[in-house]
């Protein structure tokens, strides 16, 4: 009898095992090795840019150019929690990109949101280029960035203030998609 319970449980233990397997695989977020937003000026700005994301063993390299920004000046640069740029001033992307409830912090701090990536740096001519490995950031599993928005701000991101750094109005917002890697 007791060997019969033993293995009735061993069997519904098993059963138990695999469909948690199979609800992870059903929900587990888009993986590619190259990802790319495209920057959309919000109302009011003529912004323009592209963000490329590529997977390295170190992490995700982050390419960035975006024009049409004030010289010389920095912009805050985050991934938010929502794919969704439809609101004219951007604000239906929602908050920082944070699926591991952390604070506002800067893109090289232990703590910080996933989606806190710095400052954009712009030139004389009011282009900004970074380039740079961001190793907290993943193309692949449950905290993969694929499908969320990258957005520019008008101000600096202090990296410091909660929960945004303070960086001030959305002037730019792009979906992070997967890229063609033929392009
Ligand atoms: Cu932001
Ligand atoms: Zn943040």
């Not at 957005?151 to 997967?178: F, N, T, Y």
């Amino acid at each position: 009898m007791r060997i019969l319970l033993v293995s009735l449980l061993s069997a519904f233990l098993f059963i138990a095992c695999v469909q948690e397997e199979t609800v992870e695989e059903i929900y587990k977020g888009p993986e590619t090795d190259k990802a790319v937003a495209v920057i959309h000026p919000t109302e009011g700005n003529d912004i323009s840019g592209v963000v490329i994301f590529t997977q390295t063993d170190e992490g995700v390299r982050v390419e960035a150019t975006v024009s049409g920004l004030p010289a010389e000046s920095l912009h805050g640069f985050h991934i938010h929690e929502y794919g969704d740029c439809r609101a004219s001033d951007a604000t239906s992307a929602g908050g920082h990109f944070n699926p591991t409830g952390m604070p506002h912090g800067g893109p090289t701090d232990a703590e910080r949101h996933l989606g806190d990536l710095g400052n954009l740096p712009t030139d004389e001519d009011g282009v900004a280029t970074i380039d740079f490995v961001d190793e907290q950031l993943s193309l692949r599993g449950e905290h993969s960035i694929v499908g969320y928005a990258v957005i520019v701000h008008e101000d600096r991101d202090d990296l410091v203030s909660q929960p945004v750094g303070d960086a001030g109005p959305r002037k730019g917002c792009g979906v992070i998609g997967v890229a063609n890697p033929d392009y």
